[in-house]
């Protein structure tokens, strides 16, 4: 069916392969599988709702590129637009049309009115974080426990002991002052942001939070607590950064702003995105209204540049994508992923294994043992039962479901998610639960 571009045969070998061309034989450390102890599959081509391995393996692909396939692998509108782009050059280094269109278009889905392109999301948090410091000429920044942002300096700080206290590099490598600079404090928590306010006054330059928690699972705000985010940081002359890289035009066709912000008539000040904005390619951004962009280089004093930003093949695939996205590529991810999350629930349900669905818009993730409370911050989503997910993990690896390698991901459903990819799920999660259900600390 494929052909195979590649001399390895097994898994196995092509892993150990890896490891002695690349650290942990990744480009990216959570694809080495580390916190389910299993070999990665080596992943050689992709359809609709089906990856397969050297091997030969066929898998159901519920990660999607952690995100970015909304319409399934391969989907024909993109594969044509980017062979396309790809006949006409792979990069100019030069203003193009298609970087207006791709503008355009997420101009006519969101309330912004300029967009810089960059090529991840890290690079997307980080401009962010640069403007949000320029138009305020304020140092610190307050993120939330858990929150990811992407792996620059100061978004990888976590929280020290106790409330609004400096924080702690969160990696080897970061300086201490750099992570002092970034103050983290418990999600759904309005008191911790009070005092961090009173505790910094006009020494704040934004609060960044995720559109919707969803990098240690997902974890839904409280009723009006991004409200609140808005409410505070405006009262206290601070930028709002709203980091929609992994839920934008996915979580719902306006993301995770279309739960909170959109219906309840507020907009951030400046806004991420990543994954599905590339359909696959290596494609960001950071956007805002006309007045706080206008602060980026060449028309302001805040630089950012990038050699490839706005590459034409990858704003191809972003065009074909996003206009591809239609009410009903919506209605169909919604349809098929609350048909998983209840197949899910059953399967554990029948088993007795304690768990909670955590739910943004199409996107969700499985907590277990957290049924009383649910996941409300970082702290809940370390203490549930971690235990349970890898027996788990490896049983619907086994049978040919591949879900995220860690409990703290979400499941990405696609449009090509159709009933046939839905049943072979469906045969999958009882052994899945039973496996889960037989754990032990
Ligand atoms: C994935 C992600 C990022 C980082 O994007 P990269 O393209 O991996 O650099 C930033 N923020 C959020 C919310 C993400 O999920």
Redesign the pocket.
């Known amino acids: 069916m494929t052909d195979q571009p590649t001399s390895f045969t097994s898994n196995q070998q092509a892993f150990r392969a890896a490891e002695a061309a690349m650290p942990g034989g990744v480009n990216?450390p959570v694809r080495a599988f580390g916190s389910v102890g299993l070999t990665p599959p080596s992943i050689v081509s992709a359809r609709g709702a089906y990856l397969t391995d050297v091997e030969g393996n066929e898998y159901v692909d519920l990660v999607g590129s952690?995100?970015p396939m909304l319409l399934g692998h391969q989907h024909p509108a993109v594969v044509e637009a980017v062979h396309a782009a790809v006949d006409r050059g792979l990069s100019f280094g030069a203003s193009t049309p298609d970087e207006t269109h791709l503008a355009e278009l997420v101009k006519s889905i969101l309330p912004i009115d300029r967009i810089r392109f960059v090529?991840?999301?890290?690079?997307?948090?980080m401009t962010a974080l640069r403007i949000a410091r320029g138009a305020t000429g304020r140092d610190l920044i307050v993120k939330f426990a858990g929150?990811?942002?992407?792996?620059s300096d100061g978004l990888l700080a976590s929280a020290g002991s106790g409330v609004a206290t400096q924080s702690l590099p969160g990696s080897a490598g970061v300086t201490a002052a750099v992570a002092a600079q970034t103050l983290v404090v418990p999600f759904n928590d309005r008191q911790a942001l009070e005092e961090v306010f009173a505790d910094y006054p006009e020494q704040i330059a934004a609060v960044i939070t995720?559109?919707v928690p969803?990098?240690m699972g997902i974890v839904a705000p409280e009723p009006g607590f991004m409200g609140f985010l808005r409410e505070i940081t405006q009262r206290h002359g601070a930028k709002l950064i709203w980091?929609?890289?992994?839920?934008g035009f996915r979580a719902t066709p306006t993301g995770g702003w279309g739960l909170t912000g959109q219906p309840e008539g507020w907009t951030p000040d400046l806004w991420?995105f990543?994954?599905v904005i590339g359909g696959g390619m290596?494609v960001?951004a950071v956007a805002g209204n006309a007045e706080i962009m206008s602060l980026l280089s060449p028309l302001g004093p805040v630089y950012q540049a990038g050699t490839l930003s706005g590459n034409p093949v990858a704003m191809a695939a972003g065009i074909a994508t996003l206009s591809n996205a239609d009410e009903q590529v919506y209605q169909q991810v919604a349809h098929a992923s609350r048909q998983i999350q209840q197949l899910v629930s059953e399967a554990l349900d029948a088993e007795g294994v304690d768990h909670s669905l955590q739910v943004a818009g199409t996107i969700f993730s499985v907590a277990f043992g957290t049924s009383d409370h649910g996941v409300r911050n970082y702290h809940d989503a370390q203490n549930q039962e971690v235990f349970r997910f890898a027996p788990f993990f490896r049983s619907l690896l086994e049978q040919g479901i591949y879900i995220a390698p860690s409990v703290f991901e979400d499941w990405f459903v696609s449009a090509a998610h159709d009933q046939q990819a839905i049943d072979r799920i469906a045969e999958a999660l009882p052994a899945a639960a039973k496996a889960a259900a037989a754990a032990t600390e």
Do not use: F, I, Q, R
């Open positions: 990216s952690w995100g090529s991840t999301g890290t690079e997307a948090t929150g990811y942002h992407g792996h995720e559109a969803a990098n980091d929609e890289v992994l839920t991420t990543g994954k290596p960001a």
